[in-house]
């Protein structure tokens, strides 16, 4: 038993890395720095710039999200993968897929 975890912690740390190496890089914008400080716009295109600026913001927050869940899921992927072609092979089948 101690074995299959050991096996199966190298696998994971197997996965971890490689996926990595070959996963696109997730990163957000940074934050704006009209959104600093206190007080008001000094006037309404300042306001709007700003607004653009965090709209744009919001966005790559969410891209990023969308890229770190797209990762997840193709890490897990990849485990349920190895540990299915395990298991076949633990029963002795000629052929795993």
């Given at each position: 038993m101690m074995k299959l975890a050991i096996i199966l912690l190298s696998i994971?740390?197997?996965l971890t890395d490689t996926t990595a190496?070959?996963?696109e890089e997730c990163a957000t914008a940074t934050p704006p720095t009209?959104?600093?400080?206190?007080?008001y716009f000094d006037?309404?295109?300042a306001e709007k710039t700003c607004r653009d600026a965090v709209k744009i913001y919001q966005k790559s927050v969410s891209e990023f999200w969308d890229c770190q869940r797209a990762q997840a899921n193709a890490v897990?992927?990849?485990a349920r993968?190895?540990?299915?072609?395990?298991n076949c092979r633990v029963r002795g089948k000629e052929t795993c897929e």
């Open positions: 994971v740390f197997l190496g070959n996963a009209c959104v600093q400080g206190s007080g006037n309404k295109d897990n992927d990849e993968k190895v540990i299915r072609l395990f």
